[in-house]
């Protein structure tokens, strides 16, 4: 619609925490950073098929702050609290 | 490790065949070990393993194997205490044959699992389990190109339906046959470190033998997560079905204490009487009023934890207990704990043993204790029978159900204040990501249930009935000597008494007192010790408590049962859980 180079840049897909994605968006994993979990959070993410160069989409977020369920690849749903979900960031793909 | 000369080998060679079974949590592991194993499998200690392992030893083509069902894990790598524990069992033991079992549907993932194994140098066959759901996602999978690829057999197979399994087992034989003058094998953890397995490797491995539809088919999980799950109305829903859970123990398994007790009432009439009454008069007092009855209050329990467990099986099954630790996280953070804690703690409400094991799956030791912290709060059944045995006793029918309910408010109530108040202290500071599988629902089999169920319940036998036994045998002791001594003057009356100044002031008399004191064995020697301790039959024991002892003593009773100490069972447990004397003293 315009001809904003940044708008452009933004539809090509920008990176974004997980965590900001609403249900039925979805992104690319880049990195899971470590936080105050060392390499805990990114290798259990890794046996869930949550790492980089996968999908993720967001299924459905909880009211009150609570987790977020998400979609790793093709077929597994997983809970994740939002903190956790802050961690992963993900270029988001636009529709 | 290194094993691998000629005289080690010899002296490491199994005297069966051994194989031990891997996979991620949720992925039918179980079930296909169930499958393979019938009822057989016992739990077992295995030296230098901190967990027990369950085993089995099956004769499968004129050949007696022993299968291992290791803790379900994600990672071969990984640093969770059940990590650790396959890691330490594929050093420690050297195996045969190693079983991979895979969700079909989540091959895109799972597929690591069997390449880290071939890096170990292990002999694998790979079973994709839930072949079934696979089709239902329209995911294909040509198993011999999988095959080829990965270098070990693949086998698409249903554990829950049967479907594939007699080539799978078939290829099972088939591989043992071919290494029949091999020595058993050692994990080589160095190979293992030593690669780097990326990406690219696992989609090199799938691709051509795996195909994802473009369109994933909309699955019945998807439908019901928007109900189960709704943000305002999936925890009262949850609550609601618990409710449910409990109604049915409580509709089945108390009358079903009464036709136990029919039975085990005939035995005596008809078999121990008869038979003692040869002996002399006090082994015969010791045989009944000391053994017998310890047999017989457990026996009048098995229906009651059996149903419980079926049930807890199946809610299991479902899948609706991780969306139970989904629907809690958000309250349960607030307190150090996390959804799984939960959990946990429902599962306490059978019986606090298998849920303080079960907090084995948390990785960070601080939510771990502070998890088994809260798990004996919970109100198992043994102390719901004994609760029930004495609020019949004592209050109008008509508030009977409340009086109980009350009792699981403050359950949970001094649950979450110890949590609440412990989690301020550094010592539980939680350290663990929550980051939980939703698996999708699954219609539990009756075959299924009943494994599962009868499992735990043997489990819970072998731990119980030692304690119970012991437990009523010393409860004679005290109440039988001296002799010609009866009520207050016997040795636990006096005990009884010793205590009262600290026990009138909260409305406990000194029978009651002793039966508490019982109640730290067991639970269940409460109501059977009562017996004991007034010389009378369970029925006259109810009449007289509910002519001596007013609602309030009662209600104070129960409320000293439910908090002051968890059974020697459970103490236990924990003690061996946290692997320290003093968090175990502690709660």
Known sequence: ?95 | MSHCSPADANLDRNDVPRIAMIGQPNTGKSMLYNRITGASAYVGNWPGITVSLSNARVNLGGRTLEFVDLPGIYDLEGFSEDETVVANFLKTYPVDLVVIVINASQIDRQILMPLQIKQLGLPAVVMLNMADEARKNAIEIDTETLSARVGLPVHLISAKYGEGYPDAIASVDKVLSARADTPPIYADYDALRETLMTEETLAETLSGAVFYPEIPPQTIAQKLDRFLLHPVFGLPLFFAVMLLVFYIVWAIGLPSQGWVGAITDWIQNRILEPVLGLGPAWLQNFVINGIWLGVATVASFVPLIMLFFFCMAAVEDLGYLSRAAYLMDTWMRRIGLDGRSFVMQMMGFGCNVPALMGTRVMRSQPLRLLSMLIIPFSLCSARLAVFVFIIAAVFPPAQGPLVLFSFYVISFAAAFLAAAIFSRSKQFKNTEPFVLELPPYRVPTLRQVWLRGYGELREFLRRATNFIIIGTIAVWFLTNFPTNATGLDTWGGQLGELLQPVMAPIGINPYLTLALIFGFIAKEVVIGSLSTIYAMSAGLVAHQIGLTVSPAAAYSFCLFCLLYTPCLTTVATVKAESRSWGFMIFP
């Open chain 1, 1 to 95: 619609m315009s001809n904003d180079p940044t708008l452009e840049t933004l539809r090509e897909g920008r990176i974004v925490s997980l965590e900001s994605l609403q249900p039925g968006e979805s992104g690319i994993v880049e990195i899971v950073e470590a936080g105050s979990f060392e390499n805990g959070l990114s290798v259990r993410l890794r046996a869930l098929g949550l790492s980089s160069t996968h999908q993720v989409s967001m299924v459905r977020r909880a009211w009150f702050g609570g987790p977020l369920v998400v979609r790793a690849g093709k077929a597994t749903e997983i809970a994740i609290r939002r903190t956790e979900a802050e961690l992963v960031k993900v270029r988001k793909i636009q529709d």
